[in-house]
């Protein structure tokens, strides 16, 4: 793959450890456009849009706000609480922006699953549709977040 400095650049920002612990890339060996392509279109497969999940996200997540640490009901199948942590932190790629780390946890009430995301995994799916390397902390699979997400 033919690559621009830049390109290059934000692959170790992604892959080093110094923003979060093991990385955003995890033990995933593929560069991250091709997670982003392969993420993109298993999510293509379901009909479903990374913008989407994103919103949905930040519905939660600010919802869940409410609870100050505490589980809240969202809707009738979810549970959501958010743990505020002091500070922010920036997005490797090179725009403004600033995210703070707030963390959520959101239950499913009727399968027991769960799933958990940051501000900056919310900006990451939503403004550059990257779920993070398998093995990263905040990996999150598109397919499981939207079947999480979107149940009907
Ligand atoms: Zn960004």
Redesign the pocket.
Known sequence: MKRSPEAKRLEEILRCSRIVAGGFMGEDPRPHEEIIEADGAALARLGVTARQLAVRMREMTEYGMAGLGTPVRFEERWEVVVDENRGETV???P?E?RYQKTVTTVRRIDTGETARWSALSV??VE??GFFQGRGSPFRLEPEDLARFLMAA
């Open positions: 997005c490797p790629w725009h922006g900006h990451f403004a550059h």
